[in-house]
């Protein structure tokens, strides 16, 4: 037993001793061998639910797109917050409340976040169908004046009605490549989130249309968009490892202003199509909610260390 205190005692002390050793200079921790270790390029994430308020998204027989969101945002908090306790996160809502896109962008470039991940699920027009019921008597008239004849024929009859869609399954989007003029609007009004102390001394003096400050913001716009890419494809390996069906990372040419908007990488998934019966479930269910959260935090984690560690130089998504 006092062995044991003794033990616990000598490795407290050594732990203190070590700790003791790691001091943090100007965005460097250096540890006690003396090697600086550069801080995670991945501090601070935004996650957004989508929709809200009087703007549902898309309905399914018993929720709408904003609840499902919104659940899945929160459970995405949760496990970051467990699984990655160093990430700073930023939620746009907690609540069933409309925001504007502007007001997701503000938010977003107002906490200066490194990454951007909007969370929404899919839906697929209905399947109509007409099918063959039997024959009906049908009334026409033939002639005019005095000869004008009521007759009858038979004509077939039809019911109509309507199947949900089969499509399923999960996609994540990045903002087109076509869009990156508009992205680099947005990293220069937001110019103090993607400039290093350093870089942004030197770059202070220059107006905002020197040939300096452009090359910056498009290198920095080429490379947000390399990186948004490789989270997207990280994201659909994830959801494919957990049995989803994979209906790729795609480039969408419309509809995602916000991804423009925040000068930061941004995603945004798909988590499922509520017009699917079986996905509706799915999306509402707590073991649902948590699986697919899952995938994004196992892919959070290797976007993390890909920017950390190497290149995220990936091919560019499909355009859609
Ligand atoms: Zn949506």
């Given at each position: 037993m006092i062995r044991k205190i003794c033990s616990i005692g000598l490795f407290s002390f050594l732990i203190i001793i070590l700790t003791s050793f790691v001091v943090e200079k100007g965005g460097y921790v250096v540890k006690n061998n003396g090697t600086p270790t550069q801080k995670s390029r991945l501090r601070k994430i935004v996650l957004d639910a989508g929709h809200g308020g009087h703007d549902g998204g898309a309905p399914g027989r018993y929720s709408t797109e904003k609840e499902v969101a919104l659940a899945i945002t929160l459970r995405l908090e949760e496990l970051l917050r467990a699984q990655m306790p160093e990430i700073e996160l930023v939620v746009?809502?907690?609540?069933?409340i409309y925001q504007h896109p502007t007001t997701k962008a503000k938010i977003a470039n107002e906490a200066k976040g490194d990454l951007f991940v909007c969370i929404h699920c899919n839906s697929a027009p209905a399947h109509k169908h007409r099918e063959f019921i039997g024959y009906k008597t049908e009334t026409y008239y033939t002639g005019k004046g005095k000869k004008k004849k009521k007759r009858t024929r038979q004509v077939k009859n039809y019911r109509t009605y309507t199947t949900p869609n089969p499509a399923k399954g999960t996609e994540t989007y990045i903002w087109g490549a076509h869009k990156n003029d508009v992205k680099e609007i947005a990293m220069k009004e937001n110019e103090s989130l993607y400039l290093d102390s350093t870089l942004a001394k030197s770059v202070?003096?220059?107006?905002?249309?020197?040939p300096e400050k452009m090359i910056t913001l498009n290198l920095k716009t080429r490379q947000y968009f390399e990186r948004s890419a490789f989270l997207a494809l990280t994201i659909q390996e994830e959801f494919k490892k957990a049995g989803r069906v994979d209906r790729e990372a795609l480039q969408r040419?419309?509809?995602?202003w916000v991804l423009q908007a925040v000068a930061m990488p941004a995603v945004l998934v798909?988590?499922?199509?509520?017009?699917n019966p079986e996905e509706e479930d799915y999306l509402n269910s707590k073991e649902g909610q948590t699986e697919i959260a899952q995938a994004i935090v196992n892919a959070i984690k290797r976007y993390q260390y890909s920017i950390d560690n190497k290149s995220t130089t990936v091919a560019s998504p499909k355009l859609k």
């Open positions: 746009t809502r907690r609540s069933d202070a003096n220059f107006d905002a249309d020197s040419q419309v509809g995602i798909e988590t499922g199509y509520i017009s």
